[in-house]
């Protein structure tokens, strides 16, 4: 059963602005509070909205299992690969081998207050996008199996 | 590239199960034998860098890694203001061992485990997993790092509960597995307040900084009590075993005998919080006695639970618990006469030594055991003792791997368990002879218990219902006789074993000074 109409429209009005937000906190990690986990998490969000809006069924073809896991490992494989990049390079492991390179987020930082210079960091913000790929990810996927029972039937038919 | 594989080899001992573990979902959507090959491929890559590190270890000394230098070697930067801010990998010769101890136990194990487990379905979770395990125990015996000790132990504990709930048997592997991971996560947390209670007084995490600050406080006294009990509940010891039945008999076999090791790895971290953490600061005597009465009881307990046991495999587990006693009491009488060089150096090394031999024989000839009765679980179906009978007509193999892993786990003498337990009854004597006649009587106990166990499943005329069994299949035997070749080899040259791998080991336990000067330099 799915919930009333206005639920669903408003669940589809809220679930690219949940996504967008998600987006902006997995981005600006390496600047704001938050980072790849809780963007990963708020965007995991997004769909648990739209799973309880809707009915399992209806969702499981726009957001589907395999996709999300596979998203998951890929984010992972890009977090190791991130770090295996600087014994590439021979560096240690885990070295911030693009900071103040001048390439991809190797601006450094200016001096005093500035509105928040996304283009730096090095390595670290490409974490942050590896992670929140994984948890979101990892995530639907748990929402996936908790929820695909949700909804289903009437209570007590 | 030698050097290079050398330098880089703490990290890469993380990095290759971690890549392997990741990419198997994907590999394993092309084909399962492509996945095979791939986890083979990775596990025998990390075997090699292990071996390839002890060696340099044992060679050189301890090597340290800093993850996130520029240079590997730069324990403390310049601009620290000479604390090791980074996360560091410190391989002593003791770390190179459980190294080594978990990349021999990992390869044979997944021989094994690639035919055992190829009936089942969602195995590229399962090799996931596996790898998983394999990159926290690596961790956990390598790091230098307190925080980064807690967080490899949760990595080994969540990649065990899913696999010790991997095959769901109507809920009773389920059932096992929260329990496991319910009290592991409990122990987890409760290291996690003694590491802070460390940070609060020392503002450091790295082991060697605090292990150079210690005052030995009653904040300190506190952290050690909590750091004690879980690690001592992680590796299955007496007051805290009762996960360890459940755990090990539900996983499927070739999963219990990486258990095994985790325990050990579990063990490790208790050796290491009181030597390397603590040492002369303590008062090794009643910390000492501590262990040893955790050892003796799980010693007895252990074993005299074994004995009535139906299910095969709860029985090795009773018998693992036993067996994680003998260790627990040969380290404790070192830890006890830790300081007093005279004792240390009549019998204090020795039975250090011994507990220590006795970690990689236990994780051998228990992984051995464990893998037989998995191979007898394929082809029968059942660990129940009672309806088992008559299997040495047609699993000649299996029988004599079971025989070697039985008359090891019970010392006698040309299996590698009689070298340790000889050294451990010899120097425990010294000491206490009381605590020396328990560990024969319990050794005697174990053996009565593997006659009675090998007479019920070998022993006796062909059963009617297992008339077309055969013997398991080339893989798992492959897996098994990896361990049994070590077996028979540690138990016939133990003195080189013992020279070569198990002293080193122990002196650099023991040595906190030198694990200091490794990372801090030359203080």
Known sequence: MRMSKLVRTGADLLYPFALIFGLYIILHGHLTPGGGFQGGAVVATGAAIVIVAWAYEDVAGMIRKVTMKAQESAGLLLFIGAAALALGLGYAFFYNVLANSGSLFGLSVPFGPNPGELNTAGVIPIMNIAVGIEVWGGLTVILLYLLSGLNKKEEGS | ?523
Not at chain 2, 243 to 266: C, E, G, K, R
Not at chain 2, 364 to 386: D, E, P, S, V
């Open chain 2, 1 to 523: 590239m030698n050097g290079f594989l050398i330098e880089h080899a703490p990290a890469l001992l993380i990095m290759l199960p971690l890549i392997g573990a990741f990419a198997t979902p994907f590999i394993g959507r092309v084909s399962p034998r492509i996945r095979s090959a791939w986890v083979i491929l990775i596990m025998t890559l990390t075997t090699l860098t292990a071996l390839l590190l002890a060696s340099d270890v044992f060679l050189n000394g301890t090597q340290i890694y800093v993850f996130g230098a520029a240079n590997p070697d730069l324990a403390v930067p310049l601009d620290s203001g000479g604390i090791p801010i980074r996360i560091i990998f410190t391989v002593d010769a003791m770390s190179a061992l459980m190294q080594v101890i978990g990349a021999i136990c990992g390869f044979a194990v997944l021989l094994y485990s690639i035919s055992a487990d190829r009936i089942h379905s969602g195995l590229e979770s399962f090799y996931t997993l596996f790898l998983l395990m394999i990159a926290g125990i690596m961790g956990m015996v390598s790091t230098g790092d307190l925080f980064n000790f807690f967080v490899f132990l949760e990595i080994l504990s969540i990649a065990s509960a899913g696999l010790i709930a991997y095959r769901i048997d109507g809920g009773l592997a389920v059932e096992a597995a929260l329990k496991y991971f319910v009290l592991s996560t409990i122990g987890a947390m409760v290291i996690l307040v003694a590491i802070g209670i460390y940070y609060g007084e020392y503002n450091a995490l790295n082991i060697a900084m605090i292990a150079s600050r210690m005052q030995f406080t009653l904040l300190d006294q506190i952290a050690l009590v909590l750091i004690i009990a879980a690690l001592a509940m992680k590796c299955g010891s007496v007051p805290m075993h009762f996960w360890t039945p459940d755990a090990y008999s539900m996983a499927p076999s070739s999963i219990t005998a990486m258990l095994v090791v985790a325990s050990q790895a579990s063990l490790y971290g208790l050796f290491r919080v009181v030597f390397t953490l603590y040492n002369v600061t303590l008062n090794a005597m009643t910390v000492g006695w501590i262990i040893i009465i955790l050892g003796v009881l799980s010693m007895v307990v252990g074993v005299t639970m074994a004995i009535p046991q139906k299910n095969v495999k709860r029985l090795m587990a009773y018998h693992a618990i036993s067996q994680t006693g003998y260790m627990l009491l040969g380290v404790g009488v070192g830890l006890a006469v830790l300081g007093n060089q005279p004792l240390m150096d009549s019998f204090g090394y020795i039975a250090m030594e011994g507990g220590i031999f006795h970690i990689i024989n236990h994780a051998m000839y228990k992984g051995l055991l464990f893998l037989t009765a998995g191979a007898i679980f394929f082809r029968i179906g059942t660990y129940n003792l009672n309806r088992m009978g008559g299997l040495g007509h047609s699993m000649k193999y299996t029988m004599i791997f079971f025989i070697i892993g039985a008359l090891a786990i019970a010392g006698i003498p040309p299996f590698n368990g009689f070298a340790s337990k000889l050294m451990i009854y010899e120097s425990v004597f010294a000491f206490n002879p009381v605590l020396a006649v328990i560990a024969m009587v319990v050794s005697i106990l174990t053996l009565a218990s593997f006659v009675k166990v090998f007479h019920s499943i070998f022993m006796g005329p062909k059963l009617p219902e297992y008339e077309t069994v055969q013997e398991a299949p080339a893989p798992m035997l492959i897996g098994m006789a990896v361990l049994a070749a070590i077996v028979i080899l540690f138990g016939l040259f133990p003195q080189a074993v013992v020279d070569g791998l198990i002293a080193p080991a122990a002196h650099a336990l023991s040595d906190q000074s030198g694990y200091i000067a490794a990372v801090l330099g030359g203080a």
